[in-house]
């Protein structure tokens, strides 16, 4: 069966996301793209820290940077600090971007750790440009300077995630994609296949589709309510359960830091995101070791200024759908599954699987070697990003809350102890099937929380010589120069994209 009808459920980040990529199906074509969502219910209003593949995604869809920024009240990530994780009063960037570049076919890590078992005193960070630059609250971006002699910056956004929708809905809205309010309230398949056929609104109009986008958030419409497709619960191993989430003035006026906060508490953590006008905050806690009202209080009393809406308490499971496309529905966002925010992978996880839908799509139809092959690699990328979540928790020496108790001595999946002990013996960091963090990611989190190499790479020892000490030095000094240059994040933004005061 040929696909000429795409219905999106939903109408948060995933939805106008998927609607935004998708209007580019319809160039040339007759292909209707529909997409439902209902105000009354409502977004879930949360997800404004991002990655830089976000910046590519925008790209893509020929988004001027500047101009979006502005109307989402954007500012530049260069990385995540986090305080507290590997005991108390611990404090490091897990920076975007690497720690110096590759010598000798070798991770700039081992080199560093060579040079500092041999006395040298320059800490890692000093050859990472977005963490000097984030220490210094400083930003630029690569157009900016374009010197082939001086490192690339890497960066992300934060974005207010109901002005990045509604950016969005405007750009599919112009390319053709139809927008319909309403409440689904009902779902119709075929009898033999299982396949939705339509879905009706509870005003009784009906909208008929050959293929389904479900990003109708935790409830999962049509991938769990209506096909019935199963989760896969990490609880156990990420245990957080609960956050509660308000927005608040930032009343010091001091300029947006060019980085997200992640700050651990005695049951969870508290991310600080900060918008031009304004920061996003929240806390992340397991209700089995911490009530609401306990919650609110912390995150009360940790934020920068006046609160500028109700608390907005949410639930959550952590873990994954078993299957992520399943007959005629492909489930996107919180329909497909959910892990804590911490390091800004939702939104990601959307980003790619956008990407792996449209490179596998047929108009033809669908295949079951499109399902699977969608659904091998989903889960193959949602497992490597659980890994790193629950490194973040197990690699601590915190003893100070039960919480804490249980995260740092209980059982991690294989896959990760693996790499922990490979990483001991020698800094040895193997990315497997293509995964999202790379060999500074683990390091920086690893060595950030107090996990301590205890050797090299054997090649790092060919890597020395004056020639190869100049190299290292000029590296470290154009990092230096760079950040020295560069203007302030506050400064950069009102020059690049101001936003109007909200
Ligand atoms: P939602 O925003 O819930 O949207 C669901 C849509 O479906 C809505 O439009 C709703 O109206 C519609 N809908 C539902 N039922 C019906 C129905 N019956 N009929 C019609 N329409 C219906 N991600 C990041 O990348 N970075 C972050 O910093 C980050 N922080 C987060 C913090 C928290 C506490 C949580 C919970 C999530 C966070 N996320 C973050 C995840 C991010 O918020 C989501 O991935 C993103 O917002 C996508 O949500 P969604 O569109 O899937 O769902």
């Known amino acids: 069966m040929s696909i000429k009808r795409i219905v999106i459920v939903g109408g948060g980040t995933a939805g106008w996301m998927a609607a935004a990529a998708m209007s580019r199906l319809k160039f040339g074509r007759t292909l209707d793209i529909t997409l439902v969502e209902s105000e009354a219910i409502g977004t879930v209003g949360v997800g404004e820290a991002t990655i830089p593949p976000f910046v590519d995604f925008n790209d893509l869809l020929g988004i001027d940077e500047a101009e979006m920024l502005a109307s989402i009240q954007g500012t530049f990530k260069l990385g995540i600090q986090f305080e507290n994780w590997g005991n108390l009063g611990d404090s490091y960037i897990h920076p975007f971007g690497a720690y110096g570049y590759a010598m000798g076919g070798i991770a700039f890590h081992h080199v560093w750790h060579k040079m500092a078992q041999g006395g040298d005193k320059r800490p890692i960070q000093a ?5 000097m630059a984030a220490y210094f609250g400083k930003f630029a971006r690569t157009q900016d300077y374009q010197r082939e002699d001086l490192p690339p910056m890497n960066y992300a956004y934060h974005i207010d995630a109901g002005k ?9 809205e112009t390319r053709g994609v139809v927008r319909e309010e309403g409440k689904v309230s009902d779902v119709a398949q075929n009898p033999e296949t299982g396949f939705i056929t339509s879905v009706t609104l509870d005003d009784g109009r009906t909208l008929e589709g050959d293929l389904f986008v479900d990003c109708s958030g935790f409830r999962g419409l049509l991938i769990e309510q209506t096909l019935g ?8 191993w990420l245990p957080c359960n609960r956050a509660v989430a308000l927005p608040c003035l930032r009343e010091d006026g001091s300029p947006p830091p060019p980085f997200t906060r992640a700050t651990a508490h005695s049951a969870g953590w508290q991310w600080q995101v900060p918008l031009q006008h304004r920061n996003g905050n929240g806390h992340v ?16 009393g940790n934020i920068a200024g006046k609160p500028q809406a109700d608390p907005n308490f949410l639930r959550f499971v952590t873990g994954r759908r078993k299957k992520f496309w399943n007959k005629n529905v492909v489930a996107l966002g919180l329909a497909a599954g959910f892990m804590e925010p911490l390091e800004s992978t939702s939104i990601h996880l959307i980003n790619t699987g956008i990407d792996k839908f449209l490179s596998l799509l047929s108009l033809e139809g669908i295949t079951q070697a499109q399902q699977d092959t969608f659904n091998r690699l989903t889960g193959r990328e949602y497992a490597r990003i659980r890994d790193f979540l629950i490194l973040h928790y197990n690699a601590t020496q915190r003893t100070d809350s039960d919480f804490w108790n249980y995260v740092r001595t209980m059982d991690v999946p294989d896959t990760l102890t693996e790499k922990v002990e490979i990483f001991k013996a020698n800094g040895q960091i193997f990315r497997e099937e293509d995964e999202l963090f790379t060999d500074t990611s683990w390091a920086a989190v690893m060595m950030g929380q107090g996990i301590k190499m205890g050797g090299h790479n054997p090649m790092a020892e060919s890597i020395d010589g004056p020639e190869a000490r100049k190299e290292i030095d000029e590296m470290e000094r154009s990092i230096r120069f760079l950040v020295q240059q560069m203007p302030g994040h506050g400064d950069y933004l009102s020059r690049y994209c101001p936003a109007e005061a909200a």
């Open 127 to 131: 050859f990472n440009l977005e963490t």
């Open 229 to 236: 497709t199963g989760y896969e619960d990490w609880t156990h």
């Open 285 to 300: 806690y397991c209700s089995a070791y911490m009530e609401d009202q306990e919650a609110l209080d912390i995150l009360l």
């Open 164 to 172: 990045y929708a509604a950016f969005l809905r405007k750009y599919a």
